[in-house]
């Protein structure tokens, strides 16, 4: 019973990684229910938290200007080069370290880009600009960007209108899936009436903030009950 438990469980684990939750080919009413999902975010995200995503990305461009020496885009490329897998904290950290001469710390792919960026290779052609690493390039070095725009998880969860697990493959390593996910926001930010980037940064916030709090909330009161 024991073993036949632990296979029960590893195959549900297998399953929910294989859940892409966001078909690559959606029909327009899905399409249109990502706006309505992101837009739903947009207007229920706080003044203070549609204000600190406005100014995000121009803070993260005057960051990769100033650790650079001068060179915004080179500082963009970089610290989009060694973003993924990464709090903003270690990925600053280690941005900060490569732009000193120190290239470490990260897998080897995104090692030899941040080399070659180093080298005076540019950053559009190093980086793959269809997906999030090099969107989110695009967005740091040029924070009036009228089309970039990050998808992460949380992004996807925003458009998608659920939290989902860690386990969940969201499937953004599909240029098509991350396009779709991307024109939502931008249709979002049309509608809104602002950048992409900023729809997409106030969004994330909301829902890191809004969620955060929630589950401590519950864990407040699962303590608060026992």
Not at 88 to 113: F, I, R, S, Y
Not at 152 to 159: G, I, L, P, Q
Not at 180 to 200: C, D, G, T, W
Request: glycine share 6%.
């Amino acid at each position: 019973a024991g073993a036949e438990n632990r296979r029960g469980k590893v195959a549900d684990r297998m399953t929910t990684r294989k859940l892409v939750p966001i078909p690559v080919r959606p029909t327009q009413k899905q399409r249109d229910s990502y706006v309505t999902n992101i837009r739903y975010a947009w207007t229920s995200a706080s003044e203070d938290q549609r204000q600190r995503g406005r100014n995000w990305y121009t803070s993260a461009h005057e960051l990769a200007d100033m650790m650079s020496g001068g060179d915004p885009v080179i500082g963009a490329g970089v610290i989009a080069a060694l973003s993924a897998n990464k709090s903003w904290e270690q990925n600053v950290l280690l941005a900060a370290d490569a732009l000193n001469g120190t290239v470490h710390k990260h897998v080897k792919n995104a090692l030899a880009k941040v080399t070659m960026i180093l080298a005076g290779h540019d950053p559009a052609t190093v980086l793959n600009l269809s997906l999030k690493t090099g969107m989110f390039y695009r967005c740091i070095a040029d924070p009036s960007d009228p089309d970039a725009v990050v998808i992460d998880r949380h992004a996807h969860d925003v458009a998608f209108g659920k939290v989902l697990g860690n386990n969940i493959n969201r499937g953004l390593s599909s240029a098509t899936r991350y396009a779709v996910l991307a024109n939502a926001y931008r249709e979002a930010a049309y509608q809104e009436k602002e950048l992409p980037m900023n729809i997409q940064s106030s969004c994330w916030l909301y829902w890191r903030e809004t969620h955060s709090t929630y589950r401590a909330a519950n864990v407040r009161r699962l303590k608060g009950a026992s």
